[in-house]
């Protein structure tokens, strides 16, 4: 596995990770923990190479991160699912309550909860696919721009940065 793949590895498993469960929540920060994978790929290519990052170079590492880090972060939330630990519970979880604070205390219908869910399996499976995607490109722009960050941090000091002087 080369640097370029292994930082890639390392930063989407960062993304990833950032980007499910409870921890899914520092992403309504403007997708903040997309942006750190990014951050995290730039540097582990940096360390790695032991050479500069260009800021080019570091937002195609994030961006291939990001996208990895959705995929990595729909597979987490498969496996956290039976624990109710995936983001799906949590945010369902979290509409309940808003929902019974709203209706004195007194629950959410089933037929709203049923709303509230989607109509079926089908439905959902191909919405799902269709947020997985959705999520890919989100993740792989604001991916690049952690990296391009990333770049600008971790980049070469003895020259004086990107700008060369």
Known sequence: MT???QSVLVGAVATGILSTSYLGFINTLCCLGVIIGGVVTAQQYASRTGGPVESGDGAVLGAL???GGAVLAAL?????????????SIQQGLQEQLMQGMNGGQGVSPEMMQQ???EGPGLLSVMGLAFLLLNVIVFAIFGAIGGAIGAAIFGDETNGGADGG
Do not use: E, I, K
């Open 3 to 5: 640097s370029r793949q």
């Open 65 to 67: 991160a990001g996208a």
């Open 116 to 118: 509230m869910q989607g």
């Open 76 to 88: 987490f939330d498969v496996v956290l699912r039976p624990f109710n630990l995936d983001s799906q």
